[in-house]
């Protein structure tokens, strides 16, 4: 619909009402949840409306009414594509429409000072023209965001975050004392942080980083007690862990697999850690970048990459 015939008083009251029915549903859920397969699993979608509608028609033509599986989200719904606001609230529609078929787990771009350093908080002002009203509707979803669950596991064999693995809690049992509501989950949590944040890196990659940091004051000292994470250099914040502590993780926590999203990939899809470790990109056309998009069915011990069309 047209922003130009919308009532942006009365579409401000449906996304308090939809977030109010939200938040509900969240503070049922715990800050790991469990789903079951089969289970569709996507990665970021940044405000990319076309994908997220080419993926109705393609994964769940019936829902919320009539589906087949699960449907996982890892994060990362606004900021960089010109359609946030209505992204975030079609997802939270079938939230709270559908809340054990839709599953949304919070990314970091759904944290309040990366919006305002990116494009959300200005796109939501600029939509509802009325900056008193814009700021009133941005707090409204990022309240709502302060609850959305930080990890998943499916089948109790796969563990599902948006960044990856954290170095403050190695055990899964340990992420459900994470604090909820959380709105500075910098401060208010490291593990939450360096779930949003942390990324994988190759064997090759770590040693270099290593190496790197080793040529420091302490650094020597620092790579010894870190076992298999370093400083993120990429991002200026969290970590890179690497496949020593990927299989230190799986062990512990006795499972098979970590699937991640948060970075943007040529085809949709990485492999890492020996394939232990899957990234993956619902986006494409990422910035006015040429990658595919891509989502991950899981299907009792099996996972499929499927590439999605979205031209």
Known sequence: TSWERIDRQLLAEDIRRVCSQAEVVFKRESRVVGVTSPCFVLGDIHGNLNDLRTYERILW???????????????DYVDRGDYGLESICYLLSMKVLAPRTFFLLRGNHEVRSIQQAFTFFREVCEKFRNQQLG???????????????????IDDQIFCSHGGIP????????????????????????????ILWNDPVSTT????????????PGGQQAVANMQGYLPNTKRGTAFFFSEEAVKRFLHLNNMSHIIRAHECVPPGYALHCNGKVITIFSSSHYCGATNDAACILVEREKLRIIRLDTD
């Open 61 to 75: 033509p019936n829902a919320p009414t009539c589906v087949a599986g699960s449907y996982l989200f890892l994060g």
């Open 205 to 216: 990659e770590y040693s270099e980083y290593a190496d790197l940091l080793r040529k420091q």
């Open 167 to 194: 170095t403050s809690a190695l055990r899964i049992d340990e992420l459900y004392n994470i604090p909820t509501p959380m709105p500075d989950p910098e401060n208010q949590s490291p593990a939450a942080w360096e």
């Open 135 to 153: 700021i009133s509707v941005w707090e409204i979803l990022n309240k709502t965001f302060d609850l959305m669950p930080v990890a998943a596991t």
